[in-house]
């Protein structure tokens, strides 16, 4: 085979490729591409509030610079007014010195509901990122927007952050194909922090629809390259080839990996700070507590059941063994909807949330899922709610 046939053949992929990754950007962007002139919105133009944190910058830099609290978190609303979500379709985001175990999110109310919803945004590196706005409940009138930052713990462990972080911008705007042509590989080949789904594999994204996830993108490019090796070069190279191929888009994963590692070491060097379960530990601990679960009480510790309502399988895994011997299970909100507990007059129900939005009662009825479950709250803070189950 001539040197011209295989450059001849490599552009052909190139420009099959290029095409057909043009066409996932498009079906993927056209949804959130609206008419009329581009309109931008700067959320460090409007005025803030700081909470789970300290803002470390002065009232007359563009710039706003945190530290996070003792539980590495942090939380920045910004004053903008009520928008119309239909405006925006894209939030772009710039921050600089944040660890690559931190996540940002973006966290908003819509009017007539207080539900805090929220985003995971793309690992930020001092550049901006964009992300899609494709959340379902970003829609109707937004009336409270900000930005939380947290460390990855899932795994009951992270590293706190004596530093200082720095949002260098945060802007809405419309998508546009031309300027959001790269937005597709961003969610391709971005960073996800180790976690207790994903500790041999990759997930994955769930925020983009089946045609953009990497598989697909790989099972296109090898089809395409069998394809035009089957036309242009002889049969006994497909194999070889093909193996190329896939190993562009391992590389990627290589990178994942590469960045997985770099978190671990950085979690268990001797020079980090550990924190491992405490949180949930103490929450235990606290319901307990609050109940009067203990030792000393054997007939009310053997008859009273407490049944966790949490989202993260995890910290909800952990907290009803951190409450070993009471008599604990789980409620769900969206995960193993057929295998929730049955709830009797009498138990308690513990609603937690480490982001601070538990599950509370209203009008004394907890409803989640296709449930509603007359109860009496009994305790509550920004992370927990217990509730007495009543007839």
């Given at each position: 085979m001539t040197q011209s046939k295989i450059i001849r053949t490599i552009l052909i992929l190139i420009i099959v490729f290029m095409v057909i990754y043009s066409l996932?950007?498009?079906?993927?962007?056209?949804?959130?591409?609206?008419?009329?002139?581009?309109?931008?919105?700067?959320?460090?133009?409007?005025?803030?509030?700081?909470?789970?944190?300290?803002?470390?910058?002065?009232?007359?830099?563009?710039?706003?610079?945190?530290?996070?609290?003792?539980?590495?978190?942090?939380?920045?609303?910004?004053?903008?007014?009520?928008f119309a979500s239909d405006d925006f379709s894209i939030v772009e985001l710039s921050i600089s010195d944040i660890p690559i175990n931190y996540r940002p999110f973006l966290v908003w109310q819509t009017k007539d509901d207080a539900t805090i919803n929220e985003i995971e945004l793309s690992q930020p590196n001092g550049s901006i990122k964009s992300n899609l706005?494709?959340?379902?409940n970003w829609k109707d009138?937004?009336?409270?927007?900000?930005?939380?930052?947290?460390?990855?713990n899932h795994l009951g462990l992270f590293i706190p952050l004596e530093n200082s972080?720095?949002?260098?911008?945060?802007?809405?705007?419309?998508?546009?194909?031309?300027?959001?042509?790269?937005?597709?590989?961003?969610?391709?080949?971005?960073?996800?922090?180790?976690?207790?789904?994903?500790?041999?594999?990759?997930?994955a994204n769930q925020q983009i629809p089946l045609f953009a996830q990497p598989f697909i993108f790989m099972l296109?490019?090898?089809?395409?390259?069998?394809?035009?090796?089957?036309?242009?070069?002889?049969?006994?190279?497909?194999?070889?080839?093909?193996?190329?191929?896939?190993?562009?888009?391992?590389?990627l994963q290589l990178n994942n990996m590469r960045k997985v590692s770099q978190w671990t070491n950085e979690v268990y060097s001797e020079k980090s700070k550990i924190h491992v379960d405490q949180q949930l530990y103490d929450i235990?601990?606290?319901?307990?507590?609050?109940?009067?679960?203990?030792?000393?009480?054997?007939?009310?510790?053997?008859?009273?059941?407490?049944?966790?309502?949490?989202?993260?399988?995890?910290?909800?895994?952990?907290?009803?063994?951190?409450?070993?011997?009471?008599?604990?299970?789980?409620?769900?909100?969206?995960?193993?909807?057929?295998?929730?507990?049955?709830?009797?007059?009498?138990d308690f129900i513990m609603s937690m949330s480490l982001?601070?939005?538990?599950?509370?009662p209203v009008n004394g009825q907890l409803q989640f899922n296709d449930h509603n479950i007359n109860v009496k709250e009994i305790w509550n803070d920004s992370i927990v709610s217990i509730m007495e189950v009543q007839e």
């Open positions: 996932c950007s498009y079906f993927l962007l056209r949804d959130y591409i609206q008419n009329g002139e581009q309109q931008d919105m700067d959320l460090l133009e409007s005025t803030s509030q700081i909470f789970y944190g300290v803002k470390t910058s002065d009232n007359t830099d563009k710039k706003v610079s945190i530290k996070l609290d003792e539980l590495g978190e942090s939380a920045i609303l910004f004053n903008t007014g009520d706005l494709n959340h379902p009138d937004i009336v409270q927007i900000g930005i939380r930052i947290a460390p990855q972080i720095t949002i260098n911008s945060i802007s809405l705007r419309k998508a546009n194909l031309g300027s959001d042509f790269s937005l597709l590989f961003n969610f391709w080949r971005e960073y996800k922090p180790l976690s207790y789904v994903a500790i041999n594999h990759l997930e296109l490019w090898m089809s395409v390259s069998i394809v035009l090796i089957l036309l242009t070069m002889k049969r006994q190279m497909i194999l070889l080839i093909a193996l190329v191929a896939w190993l562009f888009f391992d590389l235990a601990m606290r319901v307990r507590s609050i109940l009067g679960l203990d030792l000393d009480n054997v007939n009310k510790l053997k008859n009273t059941k407490v049944l966790v309502l949490s989202s993260d399988k995890y910290q909800r895994a952990r907290v009803i063994y951190h409450m070993l011997p009471v008599n604990s299970s789980f409620l769900d909100i969206n995960l193993e909807k057929n295998t929730e507990s049955n709830v009797s007059a009498g982001t601070r939005n538990p599950k509370r």
